[in-house]
C-alpha cells in the first residue's frame, strides 16, 4: 500500500469516449502529479499541482485535461484520445513540489481503441 | 538539454550477490535524486534519495553514491534476493521537475 490510490486500474475506450482518471493520496502531501509511461520510453510529466494550483504543463495536448479538486485529489478527463496515448498513467504525490520523494499509485492501465 | 541515461538496460546477478546499477545525469545544477524499483504491474516504488551536499547515503540492504565530478550516480543493492527483480530508475531533481531515466531490468538467478 503506497498511499496513493489510482483507479480505475484498467481502461479500454474508444477515441470518441469521455473518461476520467482518478487519483487519492492518503499521505497528506500538498503536491500531486500525472505522468504518462509507454513502453521503452522514460516517464514523462505531464502536470504538476502544488496547493491545488497548476504549475506545471508539460505541452500536454487539450484532449488531456486535469482537475484538482483539493489536495488529496487529482483527475485526468480524456476526451477524443488517440491509439498513440495508449499507456500506463501514473500519479504522485509529494510533501512539496521540489526536492521531495514522489509516491507513485500504481497507475492506470490505458487502451485506445 | 536534461537528460539521465542508464549505461546497462539489463543487469543479472546470481542471488546474494551484490548489484550495482549506474546512472548517468547531465545536469550539474542537479541538487537531488532518487531510485526508484518498479515491479510488474506496479508503479514506482521509492528506494532511497541523496542530495547534492552528499556523496554517500546508507539505506537497508542498498547504498547511493553520488559522484559529481562526473556526474555519475550509482545503487548498489547487497545480498540480492529474488524479490529485487525489478526495473530501477534514477531521477534527477533539475528547475523544480523529476527527470527520469528510461531503467535498467535487474535479473536475479537464483
Known amino acids: 500500500e503506497t498511499g496513493v490510490t489510482q483507479t480505475p486500474r484498467h481502461l479500454v475506450m474508444g477515441m470518441t469516449n469521455k473518461k476520467s482518471l482518478k487519483c487519492e493520496q492518503h499521505?497528506?502531501?500538498?503536491?500531486m502529479y500525472w505522468y504518462k509511461q509507454s513502453a521503452k520510453k522514460p516517464l514523462e510529466l505531464m502536470f504538476v499541482?502544488?496547493?491545488?494550483?497548476?504549475?506545471e504543463n508539460n505541452s500536454v495536448p487539450s484532449r488531456f485535461s486535469p482537475e484538482c479538486p483539493n489536495s488529496s485529489h487529482l483527475f485526468l478527463h480524456l476526451h477524443t484520445l488517440q491509439p498513440e496515448d495508449s499507456a500506463l498513467y501514473l500519479c504522485?504525490?509529494?510533501?512539496?513540489?521540489?526536492?521531495?520523494?514522489?509516491?507513485f499509485g500504481d497507475g492506470t492501465r490505458l487502451s485506445i481503441l | 538539454g536534461e537528460s539521465v541515461g542508464l549505461h546497462l538496460p539489463t543487469l543479472s546477478v546470481q542471488e546474494g550477490d551484490n548489484s550495482i546499477i549506474n546512472c548517468a545525469y547531465s545536469?550539474?545544477?542537479?541538487?537531488?535524486f532518487i531510485w526508484y524499483k518498479q515491479e510488474s504491474g506496479k508503479g514506482p516504488q521509492f528506494i532511497i534519495d541523496?542530495?547534492?551536499?552528499?556523496d554517500k547515503r546508507q539505506g537497508q540492504r542498498v547504498t547511493v553514491l553520488l559522484n559529481k565530478t562526473v556526474k555519475h550516480l550509482s545503487l548498489q543493492i547487497a545480498a540480492t534476493q529474488p524479490g529485487d527483480s525489478a526495473v530501477y530508475f534514477c531521477?534527477?531533481?533539475?528547475?523544480?521537475?523529476?527527470?527520469f531515466g528510461s531503467g535498467t531490468r535487474l535479473l536475479v538467478r537464483p
Open positions: 504522485a504525490s509529494s510533501r512539496a513540489a521540489s526536492n521531495q520523494p514522489q509516491h
Open positions: 545536469n550539474s545544477a542537479s541538487d537531488y
Open positions: 499521505l497528506g502531501h500538498n503536491a
Open positions: 531521477a534527477e531533481n533539475s528547475s523544480y521537475k523529476l527527470i
Open positions: 499541482y502544488n496547493f491545488k494550483e497548476q504549475t
Open positions: 541523496i542530495r547534492s551536499n552528499m
